[in-house]
């Protein structure tokens, strides 16, 4: 597991992710996202679980409601210690967007 990105203040931290991509479908306390480099195979897709724990935030720093999570949007994951749910799915421990804006990009 890397290091939760999201601090208690709302500031990026190091660690790196455990996936990289861009989310291609948000439903209830789920999200789906595209990963991985495209000269890899191709992406690869992974349903998460957006948890009550799950911390969202923004590269910059400030918290995002999970409300707020939209298809386009490119997201980094962090996996929790204890990532899966008693019906099989991924939990995340933490999500960073871009941006709140569908289509913006990693500074």
Known sequence: MAADPCTEEGQAAS?????DGRIAAVDSNRITLEAGPAGSGGPRTIVLVVADKTRICTVYGGYVAPGELAVGQRARIWLAPDSQSKNGLTVAAAIMVASTKPGDDWP
Do not use: T
């Open 15 to 19: 660690g790196p992710p455990s996936a």
